[in-house]
């Protein structure tokens, strides 16, 4: 499984630090950071997802409120949002 974080996007809400340990704060920021995450774009993060942190992964994509968070299976197939 594979996550997308979208810096750009995100509002600095938290929810999916509080979700998953693959997410810290920015405080500086105001913006999450995906621990990890290797950045493909400007302000686009991307990251393998072990497969002991899938569910908890997908609770951070469900939780953020601007979508900011995408989760794509081992096919490339989108599963959140
Ligand atoms: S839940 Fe979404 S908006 Fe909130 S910090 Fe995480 S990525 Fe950003």
């Known amino acids: 499984m594979r ?3 979208d810096r750009d996007t995100c509002i600095g809400m ?3 630090v509080a979700e998953w340990d693959g997410f810290e704060r920015d ?5 999450a950071m995906l621990v990890d995450g ?3 774009e400007e302000d686009l993060f991307v990251r393998d997802v072990p497969a002991d942190a899938e569910l908890d992964a997908k609770f951070a994509a469900r939780a953020c409120p601007v979508d900011a968070i995408a989760v794509y299976d081992d ?3 989108r599963l959140i949002p």
């Open 75 to 77: 096919d490339g197939e």
């Open 14 to 16: 938290f929810q999916c």
């Open 27 to 31: 405080e500086d920021a105001g913006k």
């Open 3 to 5: 996550i997308e974080y």
């Open 38 to 40: 290797e950045k493909r």
